[in-house]
């Protein structure tokens, strides 16, 4: 299983970013997937989670609003809109591969696999 995100850079605050994570090794829309990240000094949290058709899409408290999550199974790629981007975003982000089909109260312990994490810096 390979999960390689792209995308991730230096933007300023109001700004946007588009996330990608491009999977292999696995049968892609059999498995529901999500977005975490991890700010410095801080715990991992859950931003965004999709279900394998993409027709479900979940959202924590920091994403809902300004992040959209989608999936292209085509592709076998995973997507992170990210908009009017704020300081205390600034953070690593990983995509993820849950274990099981369920989004509910997605958190670090359901997730199979881990991306290598793409940096996402917030200048104020």
């Known amino acids: 299983v390979q999960l390689a995100e792209s995308g991730g850079g230096l933007v300023q605050a109001g700004g946007s970013l588009k996330l990608s994570c491009t999977v292999s090794?696995?049968?892609?829309?059999?498995?529901?997937m999500a977005w975490f990240r991890q700010a410095p000094g801080k715990e991992l949290e859950g931003v965004a989670c999709?279900?394998?058709?993409?027709?479900?899409?979940y959202y924590s408290d920091s994403g809902k609003g300004r992040f959209t999550i989608s999936r292209d199974n085509a592709k076998r790629t995973l997507y992170l809109q990210m908009n009017r981007l704020k300081a205390e975003d600034t953070a690593m982000y990983y995509c993820a591969l849950m274990q099981q089909l369920t989004c509910a109260g997605f958190t670090s312990s359901g997730v199979r696999d881990w991306g290598q994490g793409t940096l996402v810096t917030i200048s104020a």
């Open positions: 090794g696995f049968t892609f829309d059999d498995y529901y």
């Open positions: 999709i279900t394998w058709s993409g027709r479900g899409r």
